[in-house]
């Protein structure tokens, strides 16, 4: 089976692992509070990691403060838009993951993650085979085979031209399956309406499915991860499974295209700091989040790495013609 691995810029990074010097501190950065876009509704996942970041930033005697301001729409697209317009002065930053890539491979924006100036990225959350509780199947090989039986007709949620979907189509190209695919605007959304079994399949995270998995009102069938989460251990991987497949949303800070050195040096070295804190550590871990801190080298080439995976895949499978 083909392997897709969207981690492969791990090494280069974790080898790039610079810290901003303590000089970045004195960045000139002519705002009080800096904006965090946010494209996401609040409660998904994206919107808890980054405000939880912004809790633990602004305890620190540092300035600018930093407030996230969701700008939801259009699959994380319409808050990528108006970051790329802002001014690259330091007061407005994005929060960004594989969206970036997913959506320029789809035809829905087009620019991709290199339109920005990356400052760091800061977490790891892999992604669950989530269903509703009241479907019929109890394991992940019950739902392969209701998928292969019936085509096309098992109800899965997903943000269009998002990680959401584009994990789904990777895991159809492993399996010999299709489903019927549901549009929903973010994570929120797609965990509602499975809620009310509305539809059966989607792709959720632990910090957003985490409780509704412990009282049963949500299933998970699998993580695409390499190792079980320690919160859901009795939730096999992918692997295990006989699909070679891992995946995760890799959650990072970028800042508009020709953001000053200094103020990518301040930022990223604010990000570290706060990424350092054993109270944020230990609450995001709780959500099933890792905290994975890599400066602005790193996560360039990780970036690059990442993008050049999916591309491959997105060619292979008809969504992407390269010109």
Known sequence: MTKFTPFLGAAVA?????????????????????????????????????????????????????????????????????????????????AIHQSAIVGYLNGRVDFTWDAFDMVAQVTSTPELIGAAG?????????????????????????????????????????????????????????????????????????????????TGELKAFAIAADKRSKHLPDVPTLKELGADMTYALDRGIVAPKGTPKEIIAHWGEVFKKAAEDPELIAALEAKGTDVKWVGPEGYAAWFQDTYDAHEKVAIDIGMYKKQ
């Open 14 to 94: 974790a080898a790039t692992f610079v810290a901003a010097s303590s000089s970045a501190y004195a960045a000139d950065i002519a705002c009080s509070t800096a904006k965090l876009i946010v494209p996401w509704k609040a409660g998904g996942g994206t919107h808890i990691i980054f405000s939880t970041f912004e809790e633990t930033i602004n305890k620190l005697d540092l300035e600018p403060k930093i407030q996230v301001v969701t700008v939801p729409g259009q699959g994380g697209n319409k808050g990528a838009k108006e970051a790329r317009k802002a001014k690259p002065d330091g007061c407005t930053l994005f």
């Open 134 to 214: 009241g479907v019929p199947w109890n394991s992940y090989d019950d739902m392969i085979a209701a998928a292969k039986a019936n085509p096309e007709t098992l109800k899965l949620g997903a943000t269009f031209g998002s990680t959401s979907q584009f994990m789904w189509v990777l895991l159809e190209g492993l399996t010999d399956t299709k489903f019927k695919y549901v549009p929903f605007d973010g994570t929120r959304e797609r965990i509602t309406a499975l809620l009310a079994n509305t539809i059966e399949l989607a792709t959720i995270n632990v910090p957003t499915a985490r409780k509704y998995v412990a």
